[in-house]
């Protein structure tokens, strides 16, 4: 099974103006026997990206895999934030055995903030 230990995913502050995005990592351990497949769907992400003048603020660089058996995934985000607030967003995860068609979905709460860069 996937242990899931918060459905809240804090990427936590990152300050505006960065050169590069910052990157956060989601980590999805699998205590079962057997692989599970996993989906993000990633269209609330998009959706956010283009209200923002379609520039990439939050993207999932690998919104599906398979865990093996207890293994973990590493899903790096990158964040870069264009203004000085909260982003929220409701980020559905697709999860089942891996030689199977059944998913199970539960829903993540993706919380992210951008910052004014503090001098010192």
């Known amino acids: 099974y996937l242990h899931l230990p918060h459905r809240e995913v804090l990427l936590g502050p990152t300050p505006l103006g960065l050169a590069q995005p910052h990157r956060h990592t989601l980590e999805l351990p699998n ?14 992400l998009a959706a956010l990206n ?17 865990i093996p058996p207890g293994g973990r995934a590493r899903i790096p985000f990158s964040f870069h934030p264009i203004e000085a607030r909260e982003y929220t967003l409701a980020v559905p995860l697709l999860v089942g055995d891996a030689e199977r068609p059944e998913r199970i979905q539960r829903v993540l709460r993706l919380k992210a903030l951008g910052h004014q860069p503090t001098d010192g």
């Open 31 to 44: 205590f079962s026997d057997v692989p599970l497949a996993y989906e993000l769907d990633t269209t609330q």
């Open 50 to 66: 283009q209200q923002s003048f379609a520039v990439e603020v939050i993207s999932c660089l690998e919104p599906s895999g398979v």
